[in-house]
Every structure is written in structure tokens, then in C-alpha cells.
């Protein structure tokens, strides 16, 4: 179902580099490139305020939540979550480096459901926050 | 002869009489062993009938010992972990989860009884290192993650201190909850309740978001409270028409937060000055519908540009003018 009828709530966040402004929408992230303040609202029909760089596709899935996202401390990477799934982008590439999706919910006992991503400052690290505990990776291992 | 093992003998005579009298008290005893908790020491968990989990007899594995987080052991009849050499202990098996807190030498607070969502910890003999054959945990080490904080409550929000030392996650149950990635220490702070919080961009400070809609700011070394901010009122019940503060983010290179919340019908976001306490500034957000508004709100690198999310779509404003 689509996010936005499930009254998902959007989540932004501005890259540590530049004004590149990520907007998960749920059922994707958009990065856009600020130009100026305005008192139009982002958004494709109105670009005046800002240039929409790359759109990242999130799969869909069983579970919605809130839906958060972070970006890498170089601002090379980006990772969101919609609650059923955790993307992890190269953004220069533009590229997928890393999907976690929770199993189709035949069994609620089989569900992950992820409530936030966090890189570390160093970007050595990504934490992975679900209802069971935080999980955590090395970033270099992303790479791979 | 070995020291230890006169204490040793105290332990075991301690624990004969107590396991003679726990039919007629449903007691626990964990030993006193403060430090060495997670070791091999740490043989004997008994929990009385009332809560329901009985784990007993840790397996000393040598090789799972050096998982400072994880240690697995058998009771003959379920299995259960331990994680964490810190303050703070866990002890889980198959249907519940009891959580211990440490001082050197007493359980201070004792907290049960959550479910847990670990249907199979498995039998040691198929455990290589700290995996499991948890559905779930494979899903992670799949991808190449690793537990780390194991609550058996549901985190919401995770956080890393700017000096990437500490991992700091928030619970359902508005708990923080702190690892210290250098010891592997795991820190429980439950002393105020709240919803979201975030690191200072120097770390020492963390805002956090209360029930009542305050935004407190805690020293990260003695976290005591700093300050607080009730620019947006307050209100004691959850709901989206509820005054208070939604969301916050520092603004780089400064003592400043900015803060979106809503009051008395109307959204606005705030920049507040957390060492003075002082109100900067304040920009109304001009937007009819009650809900979901400035659930999210971000500064940029620079400081300059201040974005919050509406329902119509992402608002851009001057975070040093104030206006659009």
C-alpha cells in the first residue's frame, strides 16, 4: 500500500556537505539540491526553491513506519529505512550497496521491523535499529 | 591453594542453602560478583516460580567468552543469554526476558517481564562464535551487521556520539540505552522518559524530547540536566493536536537548537540558545491541517537553511533571518 494513504511521516535530512536535502518519502528518497529559500514547497511541479538531483527507489513491503535516514559523514552514502527495509546508496554512483528486507509477514513472529539508521560520525560505522536491538557494520564492508 | 577457591566454597554452601529454601521463597540469587559477571564464575542464575524463566548453569565456552556481548548457556531445558559485562545484565530465554542492574556487589532494580522476540537461541554445540539460529539474526549477519544492543524492547531512534565512541538508542519505553563501543559496556538511563533525542554536534550535550513536549539538554559525562525548553507549552497526554515540541536539530558551529513544535493551533519553529536558555527566534509555519507537520526538521552543513516537513511537501526557511 502506498505510504503517503498510511499517513507515513516524511523524513529529512541534510547531507553533512553542501545543501543537499534528503526527503524519505516512504516509498522513496529524493535528494534534492537547495538553491534558495522560498515560500513554495519542494517538490517536482515546483522547482524554483530547489533542483531534484537523484531519486533512490525503496522497496515495498508488509510493514510501514516512520521512516528515517541518514547520510554518511563524507556525504558519499545514504541509508534509509521505511520500516520493512533498510537501502543502503553510494550516492556518486548512484548505486545500491546494501539491502536488509524483512520477510514477507506470513507470520508476525517472522517480521523485522526497522525503526532507524545512523552512521557514524567517522562513517566507519552504520547502526541498524529494530524492534529487537540495534545491529551494527562497518561501513568499509559495504564496499564490498 | 588457591584464594578463589575459598570463596568459591562460600558460594556453592551459599547457594546449596538457597536453593533448598527457593520452594518455600521464590527468590534469586545471583552471586556477588560485580566485575566478573559474564564469566565463568558466573555459574548459577536461579529465579524463583513467580517469574516464570529459569535459566541456570552457564556453559563456560572458552570461545564465547571473548565476546565481551554475548555468552550462551544451557539450563538442560532452555537456553538463554547473557549480554553485556557492564552495569547492566540481561538474562533472557525462549518466552521472557529479565533484566538485572548491577552496583559491584547487589541487583539494584530488577525489571521483568518482557517477551522477546528470539524464537531459537539454538543448542551450544551448533553455535559457531556468538551466531545464532535466530531467523532474524541471520538476517543481519547476512548483510554483514552485527548485535549489538539487545533490549527485547523495541528501539525507535539510534544515535552515535560524535566522537563515535558510544552508540546511544531510545526504547518504546522512552529509556536510553548506551554502549560504549572501546569496553562494550551497556548503560541504562531511565530516569526521564522522553521521545526522540539527538547528540550535540560536540557531543556533550544530548536534547531530548520529554512526554510533556520539553526539550531537556543532558550533559553526556554526569548526565544531569542542563537546561530546559518550554517555548512550546506543554501537555500531560499524547495526541497530534498536543502542545509541545515534535522535533529538533542542532545547528553546526553554534550553542543553538532548533526546535519545531506546536502551540495553541498553530505550528512554529523555534531557535533556541541551549547555554544561555534563551529564545532566539520564531517562525510560524502557516499551515491549517493539525497533523503531521514538522515531524522532521534539518539545518544544513552551513547553518543558513532550516527544512521541516509539511503535509503540503518540505518547507525551506533562512535560519538566521527567520524568515522564508
Not at chain 2, 10 to 33: A, D, K, S, V
Not at chain 2, 165 to 175: E, H, L, Q, S, Y
Request: proline letters at 4%; aromatic letters at 10%.
Amino acid at each position: 500500500m502506498d505510504p503517503q494513504k498510511r499517513r507515513f511521516n516524511d523524513r529529512i535530512a541534510f547531507s553533512p556537505k553542501g545543501n543537499i536535502l534528503a526527503v524519505n518519502k516512504g516509498t522513496h528518497v529524493e535528494l534534492w539540491t537547495v538553491l534558495q529559500r522560498g515560500t513554495d514547497i519542494l517538490s517536482p511541479a515546483h522547482n524554483q526553491i530547489g533542483e531534484l538531483l537523484d531519486v533512490f527507489l525503496l522497496p515495498s513491503g508488509d510493514i510501514y513506519g516512520s521512516g528515517q535516514l541518514s547520510f554518511s559523514s563524507d556525504g558519499n552514502k545514504i541509508a534509509a529505512t521505511n520500516g520493512g527495509n533498510v537501502v543502503i546508496w553510494d550516492i556518486s554512483q548512484s548505486r545500491e550497496l546494501r539491502r536488509l528486507s524483512s520477510p514477507k509477514m506470513n507470520n508476525i513472529d517472522d517480521a523485522v521491523f526497522f525503526t532507524d539508521v545512523a552512521f557514524s560520525f567517522e562513517s566507519d560505522y552504520l547502526a541498524v535499529a529494530a524492534e529487537t536491538g540495534v545491529y551494527l557494520c562497518s561501513v568499509q564492508s559495504l564496499n564490498d | 591453594m588457591d584464594p578463589n577457591d575459598k570463596v568459591m566454597r562460600e558460594h556453592f554452601r551459599f547457594i546449596t542453602i538457597l536453593m533448598l529454601l527457593l520452594p518455600f521463597t521464590g527468590c534469586l540469587y545471583i552471586p556477588p560478583l560485580g566485575r566478573q559477571i559474564g564469566n565463568e564464575e558466573l555459574k548459577a542464575i536461579r529465579i524463583g516460580s513467580t517469574t516464570k524463566a529459569e535459566v541456570t548453569n552457564l556453559l563456560g565456552k572458552p570461545d564465547l567468552l571473548k565476546h565481551p556481548q554475548f555468552y550462551v548457556y544451557d539450563s538442560g531445558k532452555s537456553y538463554g543469554y547473557i549480554i553485556s559485562q557492564g552495569p547492566i545484565v540481561s538474562v533472557s530465554e525462549q518466552k521472557y526476558r529479565i533484566l538485572f542492574e548491577f552496583t559491584e556487589n547487589e541487583v539494584v532494580k530488577r525489571y521483568n517481564v518482557e517477551p522477546i522476540y528470539r524464537e531459537k537461541v539454538g543448542s551450544l554445540s551448533e553455535l559457531p562464535d556468538n551466531q545464532t539460529t535466530s531467523g532474524k539474526e541471520v538476517l543481519f549477519q547476512k548483510a554483514g551487521f552485527r548485535e549489538l544492543i539487545l533490549t527485547g524492547v523495541g528501539i525507535t531512534c539510534v544515535a552515535f556520539s560524535p566522537n563515535s565512541k558510544m552508540v546511544a538508542a531510545r526504547d518504546i519505553k522512552g529509556r536510553l540505552w548506551l554502549n560504549d563501543l572501546d569496553t562494550g559496556e551497556l548503560y541504562l538511563l531511565d530516569k526521564q522518559k522522553f521521545n526522540n533525542f539527538r547528540y550535540s554536534p560536540d557531543g556533550r550535550s544530548i536534547a531530548m524530547i520529554d512526554e510533556k513536549g520539553f526539550v531537556r539538554i543532558l550533559d553526556t559525562i554526569t548526565w544531569k540536566e542542563l537546561v530546559v525548553f518550554r517555548g512550546h507549552g506543554e501537555s500531560s497526554s499524547w495526541s497530534w493536536s498536543r502542545d509541545g515540541a515534535r522535533s529538533l536539530s542542532f545547528i553546526p558551529d553554534s550553542n543553538k537548537v532548533a526546535i519545531g513544535g506546536y502551540q495553541k493551533g498553530h505550528y512554529s519553529l523555534k531557535i533556541w540558545d541551549y547555554l544561555t536558555g534563551s529564545e532566539i527566534m520564531t517562525i510560524d509555519v502557516p499551515i491549517k491541517s493539525i497533523y503531521r507537520n514538522l515531524t522532521s526538521i534539518a539545518v544544513s552543513s552551513d547553518g543558513k537553511l532550516l527544512a521541516g516537513t509539511t503535509v503540503n511537501g518540505v518547507g525551506i526557511w533562512d535560519a538566521i533571518k527567520g524568515s522564508y
